[in-house]
């Protein structure tokens, strides 16, 4: 990002000395047009190859246990996620108004969702990581932490929790394995393979 406007100021003026004056030929124009496309399309290209290669798409479920199978998300997964209509549809909004929503590992979208979010950057120690490191290993006791925290929900984003442990990092509480041992059991109200909606349970150890 630090390097994109000054990247885009030397790509101008190197096609610019393509082009000439005024007076520079049709060939050279239209070169420095064909390559200024090239260059970009290129450059689209490998950022999307980049975001292919990271993300992977969990599919389905299997009754309460998540199947582990995966492979790399379709194109077309993004495609609801290029603007605020598809944002607009989310899952989350579909919840009660009163809901409090506590987000793993998901950061997108969230400008666009309308119930009260717990969650914090890609950058930050997780919401949900002291809530394990309480608990010491008891989901019953993780569970009751959330409820008192008025927590209705949990948005795990499977994908971008792999994602982040496997490239800059992730609070070290917050595993794959750790958040499945917690949701286990746990209603489901949205599974999208990649990310899942769950109902924190409102009573009792399960």
């Known amino acids: ?57 969990r599919f389905a479920a299997d009754g309460n246990r998540l199947v582990v199978a995966e492979r790399n998300a379709p194109p077309w997964y993004y495609a609801d996620s290029l603007g605020p209509s598809g944002s607009l549809a989310h899952p989350v909004n579909a919840l009660p108004p009163e809901s409090r929503v506590m987000v793993v590992a998901d950061t997108s979208q969230l400008f666009y969702l309308e119930p009260e979010l717990v969650y914090a950057s890609a950058f930050d120690a997780s919401p949900l990581g002291p809530v394990l490191e309480a608990a010491d290993g008891s989901v019953a006791d993780a569970a009751r932490r959330l409820r008192d925290a008025g927590v209705t929900h949990l948005w795990v984003g499977w994908s971008e929790l792999r994602r982040l442990h496997g490239t800059y990092g992730h609070d070290p509480r917050v595993t794959e394995d750790a958040v499945r041992e917690l949701v286990h059991g746990w209603g489901v109200d949205y599974d999208g393979g990649a990310s899942t909606l769950y109902r924190v349970p409102q009573s009792g150890p399960r």
């Open 1 to 57: 990002i630090p390097t994109l406007v000054p990247g885009v100021v030397l790509i101008g003026l190197g096609l610019a000395a393509l082009t000439g004056d005024a007076e520079a030929s049709r060939w050279r124009r239209t070169t420095a047009l064909l390559l200024g496309g090239a260059l970009v399309s290129a450059l689209s290209a490998l950022s999307l190859a980049t975001l292919w290669g990271q993300s992977k798409a």
